[in-house]
């Protein structure tokens, strides 16, 4: 509709640090309806600027159209992008995904798509700016796309929507949003971030942080880190804090149990001849609620030689739920699996929506369950996790990427979580502290 390009040429017409005397745009549209909009919005831009403004509307598809300018070496290089792009996910059949690989570009999405494609038009020290879900900063799925701003772009700023609901709340939009201002082959130096909780702006928060806070130099998967605190973290500024799940004899799964794919083992009460299956919903807090009226597909699987593999045996597990609710306070929330609260049972069904801590697929030592899940559920666990983390999705690829305590000090955090008969989040938050400091 024009809201981008509008506040582009306002700026540009208002503000002479620009340093252009004119402008030619290129504007993509294919929804013939928006057109009509478009077209009406920027002729009266024109009007207004005559000679030094020139609008062609390109109502053909954007990402055809930027591969074939590449390939052919045709078309205009651009000075300055600005755009919102289409969020929706590309299938890796897709003409879209076959065509833009003919370019060296692998992308899982449309945004990052365009936001590829568009630095690929761009003219060296080329300005873009796009607002795009935040999802690109983790997970091996847009390494990619990181690899290729990374390595074609230097990152200038980084303005995040700190709210899930209320800067997007008419598109449904589930994950946090950033603004990113890249330039096109500029040498990477600081970053400045910029913070507010929605689109009004009002309570606006600056800093600048030098790169190594924000792409960890020891970081294979090049994470992108938000800070929203000049100082280090807790976790970052902790020499004991180092330690890969690897290093601490741990691993890490997520749950087995698709439950679609064995609906017809699956029983709303445990029987004879069943194991439990445990829900993300069966875990609230550090509490296990198993059997529940309240889990609609079932508790219980049944023991047969088409679910045995799908299990682990009774014993101590910590577990992370993979989804967290919109707004919801902590995006990690960690539990601990109980033996005793299955007496009568030799094995364990964990359910999809679940991370599993567990040693090989047994169960963990009961003093390092207790101090992983108490890490885990601390406050400074939580906000490092939010830095590279900006969705409704605990993935476990980034709970291996975050860095642990030794496996003595879990253990000894461990013993004293155990030894408490409630714990507070300050009372988790300070053992931590003299542990790790």
Not at 68 to 77: F, P, V
Not at 239 to 244: A, D, L, N, Q
Not at 278 to 300: C, D, I, M
Not at 375 to 386: E, G, V
Request: proline share 5%; hydrophobic share 40%; charged share 25%.
């Amino acid at each position: 509709m024009g809201a981008l390009t509008s506040a582009f040429l306002d700026r540009w017409a208002t503000d002479k640090a620009f340093g252009f005397a004119e402008v030619n745009a290129n504007v993509y549209e294919i929804d013939l309806k928006l057109r009509n909009h478009l077209e009406d919005v920027l002729e009266a831009y024109c009007d207004q600027h005559q000679d030094q403004l020139n609008v062609n509307i390109v109502d053909q598809d954007f990402i055809e159209q930027a591969v074939i300018n590449r390939l052919l070496g045709t078309g205009s290089r651009f000075t300055h992008a600005i755009l919102n792009p289409p969020y929706k996910k590309i299938n890796s059949s897709s003409d879209h995904r076959l065509i833009m690989r003919r370019l060296g570009i692998e992308s899982v999405n449309l945004y990052s798509a365009f936001v590829s494609l568009a630095l690929e038009l761009m003219q060296p020290g080329g300005q873009l700016v796009a607002i795009i879900p935040r999802s690109f900063c983790n997970g091996p799925y847009y390494r990619p796309f990181r690899d290729h701003i990374l390595d074609g772009s230097a990152i200038r700023r980084i303005h995040l929507f700190a709210s899930r609901t209320k800067a997007f709340k008419d598109d449904d939009v589930l994950q946090e949003n950033v603004i990113i201002h890249l330039e096109r082959g500029g040498k990477q130096g600081e970053v400045t971030i910029t913070t507010s909780t929605d689109d009004s702006f009002v309570d606006i928060e600056q800093h600048v942080y030098p790169f190594h806070r924000i792409v960890f130099p020891d970081d294979a998967g090049r994470f992108i880190h938000i800070p929203t605190s000049p100082g280090l973290g807790v976790l970052e500024s902790s020499h004991e804090v180092r330690h890969s799940l690897e290093d601490i004899g741990i691993s890490l799964s997520t749950g087995p149990v698709v439950d679609f794919r064995l609906k017809e083992h699956i029983v709303p009460h445990p029987v004879p001849g069943s194991a439990p299956l445990l829900y993300a919903s069966h875990f609230v807090g550090q509490e296990t609620h198993w059997p529940s009226e309240s889990v609609k597909r079932g508790n219980a699987i049944l023991l047969n030689s088409e679910t045995q593999k799908w299990l682990y045996p009774n014993g101590f597990y910590t577990v992370v739920r993979r989804f967290s609710s919109k707004e919801e306070k902590r995006r990690l929330v960690a539990s601990i699996v109980q033996p005793s609260s299955f007496p009568n049972s030799e094995r364990l069904g964990f359910e999809n929506h679940l991370n599993v801590f567990h040693d090989r697929k047994a169960g963990l030592d009961e003093d390092l369950a207790h101090g992983l899940a108490a890490f885990i559920n601390s406050t400074a666990a939580d906000d490092y996790f939010r830095r590279f983390n900006g969705h409704t999705q605990v993935n476990a690829t980034d709970l291996r990427l975050m860095r642990y305590p030794s496996r003595a000090r879990l253990i000894t955090f461990g013993k004293w979580a155990k030894g408490k008969n409630w714990l507070t989040q300050d009372m988790i938050d300070r053992q931590l502290t003299q542990l790790i400091i």
